[in-house]
Every structure is written in C-alpha cells, then in structure tokens.
C-alpha cells in the first residue's frame, strides 16, 4: 500500500499557508454590515440574502438556477439523489481527490467506479472512462482539481452516447473556465464549496448547486429541505442542507471581490513559475499546468517532486508551510476497501499521491515570501548536488 507522508516537524511558521486573516482585515466593514443586517432582519433560515446570493453565484457560473445549501458535500449527494443515482448504481470518478467525490456517491446508495488520472493536470483522464461502463453506470462525476477545469468536452460526449448525467465537483474551481465556459456550467449539474479554504470561503461550511434545467432545479429545493415543496408534505426523502443566511450574507460581501482575489491568485502563480525558471528547477519540480484554452483559478499551487517528502521536511524547518493533496487516493483508503481495488490499480494517481506538493498561494501572499519559498527549495537542491 501507499505510504502517507510523514507529518512535518513542528517549527514556527514565517506566515500561514492560507492567510484568512488578512482577507478579513480588507472586508471587515462590508462583512460587519452585512450579519448586521441579517440579525435585524432575523431570518436564518432561506432568508432573502441566500435568494439573491443564489441568483449571483447563478449569473456568475452562467446557468439559470443555483440552489444552496449546507455544505459542499452535501451538494454532490444532493446533485446525486435529484438525477436520480441510487442503489445498485455505478458513477465514474477519480480517485485523486477529497473523499467526499466517492463518499457522495456511497452515501446514496451507489457504487464508485474509478478511473486513473491524467498525471500531468491531476484531472480524471476520460480515455480511461469507455471501458468502464456498464448497464449500471448512472452517471460521470469529475472533479475539477485544485482549480483547473477538467476535459468536459471528452467527458460529456462519452457521457452522450451512452445517455449519462455529468455532475461536476468544482467545489475548487469556483471561477476557473475552458473555452469561456465555466465550471460548474457544463455537466447537468455543478458542485460548489463554500469551505473556509476555498477561493470563495465563508465562515463556516455552505455549499450551492447550479443547473440549466428547471426540473433537476425544483428537486434540489426540495430535496435540500426534507423533499418538501409545501410545510409538512414530503415528495422525496431529503436532507436538512440548506444554506445559512449568515453564510450567504458574507458570502455576497466576499463574492464581490472574487475577480480581484482570482486575479491576484493567477499573478502569484506566474510568480512562481518565474522564480522557479530563473532558479532553474524546471527539470527537477514539474509546476502545475494551464492547458490551451483553460482558466485556472488555483484554489492551490501543486508542485510534483520525487523528492516530495524531503522537500517538505525543509522547509518545515525553514518556517514555511506546506500541504498534501493527497497523501493516499481513494481507492486505497480503508472507508473503500469493500471496492476491492488494490495497489496498482491507478499508477498515475497513486504516484501524484507520493510526489504532489502544495505551496502557499492566497492573493495577499508576498513576492517577498514567495521568493523565500523558492529559495529554501533551491537550497534543498543545491545542498543535493
């Protein structure tokens, strides 16, 4: 089996891998003024703010309705129960990503079926996907890893001629577009996560589901509320998963300032890339990828080394956090051990599990800091030699 990485040495840090406190210094009258107002207004549950915060995200994502709720995986086993993906189902997915892909898709009833990534995106690689289907395959569930758009087009014809729902997990990709289309607009229904770490985070778990199509639409609302339309009448067996107005008051504050905070995403990873080209590491750290046609928002900057563990240990003692996404694929973890897949099975996800490595990158981090990251990992290298 894989091994998971040993955990790092504990140091002082010279600043934090996600720095939410800054985010908040730059908000904090907006934010302030907006839980103020929900706690006149007094209504916590679907209040007015979550209405218009649906209809933003709705019009920022492209489609006609999105439909919030509790939590981003709460979102995939919603989208899951609307398309109908039950017991004794099959979806095809990845197993290099956040346990809630697969574990939405267990929650319901259904069977994960993975296929291996492509190791230079980290994205499920379709070419894997035909030879998977079965009369039992539902539907085709990729993720849209660290912020960069999977191959929908491959996904979705795949997906057309055998008559299967796309459901997009871009609970990382909030933004992050290919050819002008965005995540979460593609596939029937989209997948989003309001996490704290995310580029659009609240303060708090919060979720949203977006649609083109009305009917898949309606069976959200009600299904993220006990499958109720009218008070005490049920048509579906449902969850409690609907979105706090709180979280969907600040949520509109910072969804404001998205486009700068992606902006500023984007121009630290060209940081990077320039520093790690004029420190000549470019042969020995593969830099995350933009393919042709893509936006990536970089909800995370991924390095890949084969010297991933050393590396971390580091810069650890350098003050300088890291983290691993992920450190074992789904199909190894124990919570999926009755799929029966062994190591082996997904070579390409199983490597990325050993040699990925996440740096800082938020839109207040520093060229000063990030020079000291690079630095510290040329000095790893420079020490090697």
Not at 202 to 220: H, I, K, P
Request: charged residues 20%; hydrophobic residues 40%; proline residues 5%.
């Amino acid at each position: 089996m894989n091994p998971v990485a040993q955990p790092q040495t504990q140091q002082k840090q010279l600043f934090p891998f996600l720095d939410l406190h800054a985010q908040f210094e730059g908000i904090r009258e907006e934010v302030m003024l907006a839980l103020q107002s929900v706690f006149e207004n007094q209504q916590f549950i679907l209040g007015p703010e979550v209405q218009r915060f649906e209809r933003e995200l709705a019009e920022l994502v492209g489609c006609r309705f999105a439909i919030g709720c509790a939590s981003g995986s709460d979102a995939l086993a919603l989208a899951l129960m609307a398309i109908g993906v039950g017991v004794g189902d099959e979806v095809i997915t990845t197993p290099f990503t956040f346990i809630a892909t697969a574990g939405s898709i267990a929650r319901v009833g259904a069977r994960p079926v993975f296929v291996d990534i492509n190791p230079d995106t980290y994205n499920l690689d379709p070419k894997e996907m035909e030879a998977l289907i079965t009369s039992r395959t539902k539907a085709i569930l990729p993720v849209h890893l660290f912020g960069l758009v999977a191959p929908m087009d491959e996904i979705t014809a795949v997906a057309r001629s055998h008559d299967l729902a796309v459901i997009e997990d871009a609970a990382q990709a909030i933004g992050a577009t290919h050819d002008h289309r965005s995540a979460g607009s593609i596939g029937n229904v989209g997948c989003f996560s309001f996490f704290p770490s995310k580029n659009l985070g609240g303060a708090g778990d919060g979720g949203m589901l977006s649609t083109n199509d009305s009917e898949v639409a309606d069976r959200l609302r009600m299904l993220r509320a006990h499958g109720s339309r009218t008070k005490y009448h049920y048509e579906y067996l449902g969850l409690n998963s609907r979105l706090d107005t709180l979280q969907a008051a600040i949520l509109r504050v910072k969804l404001r300032h998205l486009v700068e905070w992606t902006l500023a995403r984007r121009r630290r990873a060209d940081c990077y890339r320039l520093l790690f080209t004029q420190a000549g590491l470019t042969e020995s750290i593969q830099l995350p990828v933009e393919p042709p046609h893509c936006w990536h928002v970089y909800n995370q900057f991924v390095i890949r080394t084969r010297h991933r563990d050393q590396i971390r240990e580091h810069l650890s003692r350098a003050g300088i956090p890291t983290e691993i996404y992920y450190p074992l694929p789904l199909h190894l973890q124990p919570a999926f051990s009755y799929l029966e897949y062994k190591a082996g099975d997904f070579p390409h996800a199983e490597s990325a599990s050993r040699e990925v490595l996440a740096l800082p990158i938020f839109p207040e981090l520093t060229e000063a800091q990030q020079q000291s990251i690079v630095g510290a990992i040329t000095d790893f290298h420079r020490a090697k030699e």
